[in-house]
């Protein structure tokens, strides 16, 4: 039945790498206008900018590439061949993937916050949670590339 996969795997390769650099251009740029947003006044017409602008980013790019991430991701390990199951890299790949997708949780509930004036976090907090999808990406990339075990 997967069998039907294995022509299809370049092009379900390459839609899965087009969703993760969406998602992670996100990723990268939400907890950014985080920072700049804890610098202006609740209420303020460049808060209200910035409530635009982070509810776009994540609604309409954001969770539509983790979506499809997730399912052209799932679409790889179900084609036959694709992942040597016995093999030790794709644990740490898929707890790279659980991180990512808590954090795009993290940075969804801090954009219901600073939609409703009651964010807690601090800027110095926000500028610590930019490096968060660096460090998730690298533990990606060096499991899927390199495969250290």
């Not at 993937?97 to 808590?102: D, E, K």
């Given at each position: 039945m997967?069998?039907?996969?294995?022509?299809?795997?370049?092009?379900?390769?390459?839609?899965?790498?087009i969703s993760v650099f969406a998602w992670m251009a996100g990723l990268f740029y939400l907890p950014?206008?985080?920072?700049?947003?804890?610098?202006?006044?609740?209420?303020?017409?460049?808060s209200e900018l910035f409530k635009v602008m982070e509810r776009r980013l994540l609604r309409a790019i954001m969770n539509?590439?983790?979506?499809?991430?997730?399912?052209?991701?799932?679409t790889l390990v179900l084609t036959p061949g694709v992942v040597d199951?016995?093999?030790g890299w794709w644990h740490g790949k898929l707890t790279g993937?659980?991180?990512?997708?808590?954090f795009h949780h993290v940075l969804s509930g801090g954009r219901?916050?600073?939609a409703e004036d009651r964010n807690r976090r601090s800027?110095?907090?926000?500028?610590?949670?930019?490096e968060v999808p660096t460090l998730l990406l690298i533990l990606i990339v060096i499991m899927v590339i390199?495969?250290?075990?």
């Open positions: 997967f069998d039907a996969l294995v022509p299809w795997y370049p092009w379900v390769k390459s839609l899965h790498l950014r206008l985080y920072v700049y947003h804890t610098q202006v006044a609740a209420g303020s017409p460049q539509p590439a983790m979506i499809a991430a997730w399912l052209f991701g799932l199951w016995k093999a993937l659980i991180g990512m997708t808590v219901k916050a600073f800027e110095r907090w926000w500028r610590v949670a930019n390199v495969k250290p075990f």
